[in-house]
């Protein structure tokens, strides 16, 4: 057997060092729980930031994947088959809007919202060619391609990148008045994470979401909401923008919508923002691909019982009673909704997630000082207390 310690030399030696992760090398899963390659076991608290939302190895999920893979997983987009229509037709239902683009990773989302906001702001608005400008917030994590980090307030993500993507503005998170002033007759589209989730799981003030809401109205721009790692049943409600009863005008959505699965991503919105798009102007060769949308169709269906929304509710509500009491001189601040939480240490958390580690819980720190919690909606709750235990002792050593 290879051993840890030969499979991360091999890591090492040959991968790329864009990330730092635990010293642990995953072999399997199932439910909550994952299985290192000495046969040590670990209950999962990050669910892969949001994309495993329903657990490893969900029976629904794996068994949607089995069948389409015997039959077709790839045609590209010359082709139409039998599992798109019904896909972008439930998607588009269970986001309340016209029109689904389907895509692969959350950044490809991104992206493709950001031009469809800029095409819609010209041909439809009638902004000036080049001029339209997006307004974005302080903390934001929307992706890391080129343009994306152009907007980036986070240095790791953005130095050394330049030159950078013109044509947005960035404000403090929160600020209603700034978001104001940023506002003119060139402004296409806002857009915003309901909570942030790399900047260590922010909640917006109470009301920020529905004055978002009522300025891109006033102002003819639109509302666009990445709920890629706080939407489908994270925070308690399908999508976290419902904790203030609003709609944006347009969805992004990405990670568990591919069930922990694969790649799969979205934006959603009404025909006459996605009706910009004609054929050759925008596409993905693996974006919609029959495999992604068998999948995709078994998460909407799942999310439709309302089951995992009421299990993040619950299991939330009890998780952040437990994190509230955690002593405060150790825990400055935890923020969060449903079974999603930042955990704001007085020290720095990289030590904090290593001892969790070596207590059989993985979590992971975020900008230096915040512990991130978001297991899979599946966990159970003697599991959950049994993490949030072993977070006591780790606290304190």
């Known amino acids: 057997m290879t051993t840890t310690d030969e499979l991360r030399a091999m890591s090492e030696e040959h991968s790329a060092h864009n990330y730092h992760?635990?010293?642990?090398?995953?072999?399997s899963a199932d439910g909550a729980w994952l299985t290192d390659v000495e046969?040590?076991?670990?209950?999962?608290?990050?669910?892969a930031y949001s994309a495993v939302n329903f657990g490893h190895g969900n029976p629904r999920l794996t068994e949607a994947a089995r069948r389409q893979l015997d039959r077709v997983?790839?045609?590209?987009r010359a082709f139409e088959h039998d599992q798109f229509g019904p896909f972008v037709t439930e998607l588009a239902d269970l986001c309340g809007k016209d029109m689904v683009l389907p895509m692969n990773s959350g950044a490809e989302a991104v992206e493709t919202a950001l031009k469809t906001a800029r095409k819609w702001g010209y041909e439809v608005r009638?902004?000036?060619?080049?001029?339209a400008n997006i307004i974005t917030f302080e903390g934001n994590f929307h992706g890391r391609t080129t343009t994306i980090i152009s907007f980036s307030t986070d240095p790791d993500a953005k130095d050394s990148y330049g030159p950078y993507t013109p044509g947005f503005r960035t404000v403090p998170y929160g600020d209603v008045d700034a978001l104001k002033a940023a506002m003119d007759d060139l402004t296409v589209g806002v857009l915003i994470e309901p909570i942030q989730g790399e900047a260590g799981v922010?909640?917006?003030?109470?009301?920020?979401?529905r004055a978002v809401r009522e300025l891109c109205a006033e102002n003819g721009a639109l509302m666009i909401a990445d709920e890629i790692q706080s939407g489908l049943g994270r925070t308690g409600t399908t999508f976290a923008v419902e904790h203030e009863d609003i709609v944006p005008d347009v969805y992004i959505l990405g990670k568990a919508l591919g069930g922990g699965i694969m790649p799969v991503s979205a934006v959603v919105a009404d025909r006459d923002v996605l009706g910009v798009f004609k054929p050759g102007q925008h596409g993905s060769t693996f974006g919609g691909n029959p495999l992604a949308c068998a999948i995709g169709r078994e998460v909407?269906?799942?999310?439709r019982t309302g089951e995992y929304q009421e299990r993040s509710r619950t299991l939330g509500a009890h998780m952040h009673e437990r994190l509230g009491a955690l002593p405060g001189d150790v825990v400055r601040e935890v923020r969060g909704r449903g079974l999603w939480a930042g955990v704001e240490l007085a020290?720095?958390?990289?030590?904090?997630?290593?001892r969790l580690m070596g207590l059989g819980v993985l979590a992971k720190e975020t900008h230096e000082t915040t512990i991130r919690l978001a297991p899979p909606l599946v966990i159970g709750r003697e599991d959950l207390d049994w993490a949030l235990d072993r977070l006591e002792i780790a606290l304190k050593d």
């Not at 046969?39 to 669910?47: E, H, K, S």
């Not at 909407?300 to 999310?303: C, E, P, V, W, Y």
């Not at 020290?347 to 290593?354: H, L, M, T």
Request: hydrophobic share 50%.
């Open 21 to 27: 992760p635990l010293p642990i090398v995953v072999a």
């Open 39 to 47: 046969g040590n076991r670990y209950l999962d608290m990050l669910a």
């Open 73 to 76: 997983t790839l045609v590209s």
């Open 126 to 131: 009638g902004v000036p060619a080049d001029q």
């Open 202 to 209: 922010n909640v917006p003030p109470s009301g920020f979401l």
């Open 300 to 303: 909407i269906a799942m999310l």
């Open 347 to 354: 020290g720095p958390a990289r030590p904090v997630s290593e």
